[in-house]
């Protein structure tokens, strides 16, 4: 009988200990996913458009030349809406992610900065499409 006793006891102190310990060796949380583009491909009456996950227009500006840089800023970026990207988001296939001057980041196709204009107002508008001003609708095949 004693030794049953001290059995159980040795036993009941080693699955103490064991679940005391165990949630030190849990599994690490999974690695962050990667964030696609919130883009798709919309028509529109100027034909197909890459558009924001709400169906909103795209547009390129021809001053964001250098590949790497958004030089909308400031007043700019409050009528040209920078398509804003997740700190996990990360560069697929035509897409990559520009950190902007204030360090927010934004996604570009192509390496041309992507943004929507204050100017339309539901899926489907290309009110912001303005050559003379440099602004253009962002296509898959530009």
Same mark, same amino acid.
């Given at each position: 009988?004693?030794?049953?006793v001290?059995?159980?006891?040795?036993?009941?102190?080693?699955?103490?200990?064991?679940?005391?310990? &165990?949630?030190? =060796?849990?599994?690490?949380? $999974?690695? %962050?996913? !990667?964030?696609?583009?919130?883009?798709?491909?919309?028509? #529109?009456?100027?034909?197909?458009?890459?558009?924001?996950?709400?169906?909103?227009?795209?547009y390129?500006?021809?001053?964001?030349?250098?590949?790497?840089?958004?030089?909308?800023? &400031?007043?700019? =970026?409050?009528?040209?809406? $920078?398509? %804003?990207? !997740?700190?996990n988001?990360?560069?697929?296939?035509?897409? #990559?992610?520009?950190?902007?001057?204030?360090?927010?980041?934004?996604?570009?196709?192509?390496?041309?900065?992507?943004?929507?204009?204050?100017?339309?107002?539901?899926?489907?508008?290309?009110?912001?499409?303005?050559?003379?001003?440099?602004?253009?609708?962002?296509?898959?095949?530009?």
């Amino acid at each position: 009988m004693f030794r049953s006793v001290i059995a159980a006891a040795a036993l009941l102190l080693f699955a103490t200990e064991a679940f005391a310990h &165990g949630s030190e =060796a849990a599994a690490p949380p $999974p690695p %962050p996913k !990667d964030v696609p583009p919130p883009v798709t491909l919309a028509k #529109t009456k100027k034909g197909e458009v890459l558009a924001d996950s709400r169906g909103m227009t795209l547009y390129y500006f021809d001053r964001d030349a250098s590949g790497n840089k958004s030089n909308c800023d &400031g007043k700019c =970026a409050e009528k040209w809406i $920078p398509l %804003p990207a !997740d700190r996990n988001a990360q560069a697929a296939g035509d897409f #990559t992610v520009i950190v902007r001057s204030d360090g927010s980041r934004m996604w570009a196709y192509r390496y041309r900065p992507l943004y929507t204009s204050g100017d339309d107002k539901t899926p489907g508008d290309t009110n912001g499409f303005d050559p003379q001003n440099l602004w253009h609708i962002a296509r898959p095949a530009n």
